[in-house]
């Protein structure tokens, strides 16, 4: 078995060298990984030797052509920082790096170094290729903040203000610390929105599919017979036959409308006005509405406190948390508060006076101003918006779920109470 010569760095930061056997350079790194070693250098010793590992598909920091271009992977990194939802194992990935360089810097260690490490520990060629690219570009005089700009697939607006400001008062590693626990936060107020729209949709799926069954295979059958008896059918069951019909014959019809609709609205949800209809009357809706707005205030206040704890200006906070708090009410009102701000007032009277915000916000907000933990406060808040959120969801499951089941019973039960019916009118007649 190949042996390899490593240096790592230990959870303190500590430099720690060594040899380790293992198959691949990969194994290896893994092993040392779950010994909460960090790999920054790996070679395997031959005769005494060390050779350079090779990674796996040409040279190493070669860029494959195409390797980190616009996919599904950066479209959901996007999402997950706010633009928009993303996929959970790619949050990870990025919540960990992020982390990962928080540490060691703080540790006293240096950008290209950490970014070494980075490098090595990188499970996915694309991430590989993309932190080679940025420390090429460091290496070239870049700061830090422009050359993740490069890569805004990744690290969006947010992330690189946030950056830059870091570096402007030298504080990055603090930075990157606070963006981690961001994230991190981020990914688990989506989980627990996904979590309780997960059962009613599935709930409307799988109802959908019965009643389709239903009504395209067993009641032609069924109501089939019964015609053939040559007697009157009851109302019900002539009603029944008629949406069998349309079920059965029409059902291409029914597909092509709803994807029209669906197209319509995404159409109008892009224009300005069309999504501030649409999200306007989405926090309208009973038990919905109220987690969405908490979800949305969840994420001004946490995004607002981050921004301002990292030392980026109130004003171009609130511009970013405009773009990333995922309700056009709320982010006019954002809008609205910066263009106050500038104009000389604080942040909690325009707050206040857009009224998309619930009042206790605005009290937490002027009692911060007034006492100088305006950041404190703001976390406070959030914390507190993300328990009230689990209670939401909790009660927008224990809602949805008695209509679901009367909804689907009540159905079914036409359904038989339609077929029964001309049975029972047969066997009276015999």
């Known amino acids: 078995m190949p042996i390899f010569e490593y240096k790592a760095y230990g959870t303190g930061g500590a430099v720690q060298t060594g040899v380790i056997d293992a198959d691949t350079p990969r194994e290896a790194r893994q092993r040392l990984k779950r010994e909460n070693l960090l790999v920054s ?17 040409g040279k190493p920091g070669a860029a494959t052509p195409g390797a980190w271009a616009p996919g599904a992977l950066l479209a959901r990194l996007r999402e997950a920082q706010g633009a928009g939802s993303g996929g959970t194992q790619d949050l990870d990935t990025l919540t960990a790096v992020t982390r990962q360089m928080g540490t060691l810097l703080a540790s006293g260690i240096p950008l290209a170094e950490t970014l070494k490490a980075i490098i090595e520990q990188a499970e996915k ?36 203000n946030m ?15 606070r963006l981690a626990d961001y994230l991190q936060a981020q990914r688990a107020l989506r989980r627990k929105v996904v979590s309780a729209l997960t059962y009613p949709a599935m709930m409307i799926g799988i109802g959908l ?56 609205v995404g159409r109008i949800y892009k224009t300005d006005k069309g999504r501030l209809w649409i999200d306007t009357n989405l926090l309208k809706v009973p038990v919905i509405g109220d987690l969405l707005r908490k979800q949305a205030v969840s994420r001004f206040t946490r995004t607002l406190s981050t921004l301002l704890q990292s030392g980026v200006p109130a004003v171009q906070s609130l511009e970013i948390t405009r773009k990333v708090v995922g309700n056009r009410v ?23 006076q857009t009224g998309a915000f619930p009042a206790i916000v605005g009290y937490m907000v002027a009692v911060g101003e007034q006492s100088g933990e305006l950041e404190q406060m703001l976390d406070r808040v959030a914390v ?30 036409y359904i038989v109470v339609s077929i029964v019916l001309p049975i029972l009118q047969i066997g009276q007649f015999k």
């Open 41 to 57: 250098e790996i070679h395997e010793v031959r005769g005494g030797r060390r050779t350079a590992s090779k990674k796996p598909g």
């Open 125 to 160: 060629r694309e991430v590989e290729t993309m932190f080679r690219e940025i420390r090429e570009s460091i290496n070239q005089g870049s700061s830090f903040a422009d050359s993740l700009a490069a890569h805004p697939g990744m690290f969006g607006e947010l992330y690189v």
């Open 163 to 177: 950056i830059r400001a870091g570096e402007a008062t030298g504080n990055v590693d603090v930075v990157l610390r």
């Open 209 to 264: 599919i019965v009643v389709s069954i239903l009504m395209t295979v067993v009641v032609p059958k069924i109501t089939g017979m019964l015609t053939d008896q040559g007697q009157t059918l009851p109302a019900p069951t002539q009603v029944l036959i008629f949406i069998s019909d349309l079920f059965k014959n029409w059902w291409w019809a029914g597909c092509l409308l709803i994807a029209l609709v669906s197209m319509v």
């Open 330 to 352: 709320l982010a006019d009102a954002t809008d609205h508060i910066r263009t106050r701000i500038l104009e000389g007032t604080d942040i909690s009277t325009p707050l206040k």
């Open 384 to 413: 507190a918006y993300d328990d009230e959120i689990d209670v939401a969801t909790e009660r927008m499951t224990s809602v949805i779920e008695p209509i679901m089941i009367v909804v689907l019973a009540a159905v079914v039960g």
